[in-house]
């Protein structure tokens, strides 16, 4: 069986535009929290093929101030509950709370998320075990830079195919799919359920 047909041991998601539906004005209530259809179901197929997942994620409304971290926390918990009342979890959590001019090491398309989701996991020396599946250009760089292999769904509100365009000049052999059920579909469809 050839490597890119091995399991992957790990997969990151991004949140916004891959587990629930974005917004140009940001996810500010637990309210506006809403998942893509089948993107929890995805979630804990996962679970059934002791696959780990990570969140890593870039929430700059808390840095520009648009959200108090008690609502964030709340939109998360919301997030947790309805993941985990389909089956699925999340093994390990990283956010960026930082304003894109903070000048952080983890604010996506750098790479501190996935070193920390990475070192988490016990994967650091084995990066190319792992999957990074997002909808933004952000995310596909900050996979390519991380080492982990990246995966484009279009279910975000940007430019599917300029995303798709510019992704390919970094990855050429990127795997797209609608959405993050599709992409985890398709990933394990080869194998059997253990």
């Known amino acids: 069986m050839s490597s890119q047909h ?3 041991k790990a997969i990151l998601l991004d949140r916004d535009g891959v587990i629930n539906f974005d917004s140009p004005d940001y996810i500010l209530t637990p309210e506006q929290w809403l998942p893509i259809p089948h993107s929890l179901q995805a979630i804990a197929l996962l679970k059934k093929y ?7 994620s870039n929430q700059s409304a808390l840095g520009r101030k648009k959200i108090s971290p008690n609502i964030f926390q709340s939109i998360h918990s919301k997030m947790i509950q309805d993941i985990e009342a ?4 999340l093994d390990h959590i990283a956010y960026c709370p930082h304003h894109p001019d903070d000048g952080c090491t983890c604010r996506k398309p750098l790479v501190g998320m996935i070193q920390a989701s990475l070192k988490a996991f016990d994967l650091s020396n084995a990066p190319e075990s792992v999957m990074m599946i997002g909808d933004s250009l952000r995310d ?4 390519v830079a991380g080492g982990v292999k990246p995966i484009l769904v ?17 990855a050429p052999s990127i795997q797209v ?3 993050l059920w599709a992409a985890i579909t398709s990933i ?5 359920c253990s």
Request: overall charge positive; charged content about 20%.
């Open 188 to 192: 394990l469809r080869a194998y059997p």
């Open 6 to 8: 091995i399991l992957p």
């Open 50 to 56: 002791h696959i780990k997942v990570g969140l890593v």
């Open 154 to 170: 279009q279910s975000g509100y940007g430019d599917a195919d300029m995303i798709l365009k510019k992704s390919q000049d970094i």
């Open 177 to 179: 799919f609608p959405n």
């Open 86 to 89: 389909k089956g699925g979890c």
């Open 140 to 143: 596909v760089q900050a996979a």
